[in-house]
């Protein structure tokens, strides 16, 4: 799964980066798109390596220093996940919505002068809330392993609960921002496609045409985002009340198996959405079926 996922992120982001260097210039979707690989490739990576570290060398988190740096980077990876997916679908919501509001109509015009903009402010976002959230994070996992290993007892830990309690509920409450914005693009997404669908009865032309096919393409990469990231998030929440656990490993492994499935397969969901990686991914296909 770690594998595969790894595969179909870096795939969108080399097709893209190869079609940077030969066209000299990148379009906005696929600088999102390869922004979004990129976060979610890392994202991957540190998943991997937490999982690894509390099975296999628990002690690690009472070092404070190698644990500081991997709860920073995997707070700052998941941010910038979830709001360069935020980011794909406002791009979907101005580019093939239909609406007539001015402010609708200014932004459907300026969007892909800001993207860059926008991507570069998710990521200044994403590094001011991991930093002070890693620092508390960091003594509350500290304090619970030390007190586990020591006494083999949860209730020192639990001592601390409401310090580790708040902390994680300031980093799933930040994250409530971007899953809200994703929310509401999807069913302003639905509210024009509703509105096309009648147009186009009306006038008798069909509902088939292209401004319905990227309406549903669109809703289908926003819609399996939402979806994978609540299965996301509940699986984060397994793995971490496992700390307050006598045994860890168990609900650690079943966490974070889980986790890795919204970065992996997400990424296969967007390249069958997208025109370009899908007829690249066919190629690929079938070069490697010749050569078998």
Known sequence: EFSVGILGNAFIGLVNCMDWVKKRKIASIDLILTSLAISRICLLCVILLDC???VLYPDVYATGKEMRIIDFFWTLTNHLSIWFATCLSIYYLFRIANFFHPLFLWMK???DRVISWILLGCVVLSVFISLPA?????????FCVKAKRKTN????CRVNKTQH???????????LLPFCVCLMSFFLLILSLR?????????ATGCRDPSTEAHVRALKAVISFLLLFIAYYLSFLV???SYFMPETEL??????SIALIYPSSHSFILILGNNKLRHASLKVIWKVMSIL
């Open 52 to 54: 690894f570290i509390l």
């Open 109 to 111: 015009w300026r969007i």
């Open 134 to 142: 890693t620092e508390n994070l960091n003594a509350d996992f500290r």
């Open 153 to 156: 007892l949860t209730w020192s």
């Open 165 to 175: 309690a708040s902390t994680k509920l300031f980093l799933n409450l930040a994250t």
């Open 195 to 203: 509105r096309h669908i009648r147009r186009m009865q009306l006038s």
């Open 239 to 241: 793995a971490t009340s």
């Open 251 to 256: 609900a650690v492994i079943f966490g974070e």
